[in-house]
């Protein structure tokens, strides 16, 4: 493993290794075991959209494994005023021994990792959240104890959480139902990975459909960063995409919910079920820390 662009990129083993390693990490800062795995390391951290929880973990990850990590908006880089990703890439391996980078275009990110020499993490772009979902696989094996014979559900929006989501969950071995407004479907690219996985995935506009049977209920906001502008319309087209009480009532015993955050109460969920499922989610937003502190270990060691 050299970069972190894609789950696609990553084998099952891989994403095992991953998390087993969070696991160990989590384990170790609980029981206040040092570990300065990347003593004397820097990382650079590119945000060209804004972050809560992915800037603060991994800064706090890389001061927990004994580096540095320097936050680069794109406001003050002159990648903002157009320098090409191509010459930021080959100056930056100069300096840094890892980039995390936010943006836009999942091709600015692969740009990033073939012009650079050191490794590259994507942080999210309109296409993936592979972190996220790292996180968010920890915290199921966390709750359920594996893998195996469970359903995702997503509801909502075909945005980056829900590309990340089917791959990720794939992956390692569960079923995948997906219920979106028709013309908001995840990815084509995702759903031709889908193919690899016969009998393990469905696709629907219908809600209820999807979350029969479900254990483990997945949404997302409806409009993401850089769709503002089509918030409105998207209110509309959306509104009845969400993971309520009804929703889960058909879903099989103690379902777990889970949100990437931030969340938008009584849009994609009601504020009950979040509170109802708020020791899931918030332990999801805790793990981000630990399943990325892994991948720097994996990377960057
Ligand atoms: N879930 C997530 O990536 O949160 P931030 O946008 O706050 O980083
Ligand atoms: N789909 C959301 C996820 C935020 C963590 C977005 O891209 O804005």
């Known amino acids: 493993m050299k970069h972190l662009l894609t789950l696609e990129q990553l084998s099952k083993e891989e994403i095992l290794e991953i998390l087993n390693l969070a696991d160990q990490l989590k384990f170790e800062k609980k029981n206040g075991i040092e570990h ?37 908006s794109s406001r003050d880089l002159q990648i903002g005023r157009g320098e090409p990703v191509q010459d930021t890439a080959r100056v930056l391996s100069r300096y840094l021994d890892g980039i995390m980078i936010r943006t836009f275009a999942q ?29 968010d696989l920890m915290t199921i094996r966390e709750f359920k104890g594996a893998f195996e014979g469970l359903k995702c559900v997503y509801i909502g929006d075909g945005n980056n959480m829900a590309n990340s989501i089917i ?3 794939l992956k390692l071995g569960m079923k ?14 995702v759903l031709e990975f889908t193919k690899q996985y016969p009998g393990m995935f469905t696709l629907t506009t219908d809600i209820m459909e999807a979350a029969k049977d479900g254990d483990v209920f997945f949404t997302d906001v409806w409009a993401s960063m850089g769709q503002e502008e089509e918030m409105a319309e998207r209110i509309k087209v959306f509104t009845g995409y969400q993971i309520n009480d009804t929703v889960l009532s058909v879903a099989n015993e103690k379902p777990m919910v889970l949100h990437c955050l931030p969340a938008h109460r009584e849009e994609e969920i009601t ?6 499922h708020a020791a899931e989610i918030f332990e999801e ?17």
Do not use: W
């Open 36 to 72: 300065h795995i990347l003593k004397g390391k820097t990382l650079g951290m590119i945000f060209q959209k804004s972050s809560t929880r992915t800037r603060v973990s991994f800064e706090v990850g890389m001061y927990e494994l004994g580096g540095n990590a320097l936050f680069l």
């Open 176 to 189: 995948v139902s997906v219920a979106t407004p028709k013309g908001y479907e995840p990815d084509q690219k």
């Open 107 to 135: 091709k600015e990110v692969e740009d990033l990792a073939s012009y650079g020499s050191i490794p590259v993490i994507n942080a999210l772009t309109d296409y993936a959240h592979p972190c996220q979902v790292l996180a």
């Open 271 to 276: 504020a009950k079920v979040f509170e109802e």
């Open 285 to 301: 937003a805790e793990n981000r820390l630990h399943a990325q502190k892994a991948v720097l270990v994996k990377l960057m060691a």
């Open 167 to 169: 791959v990720g969950c």
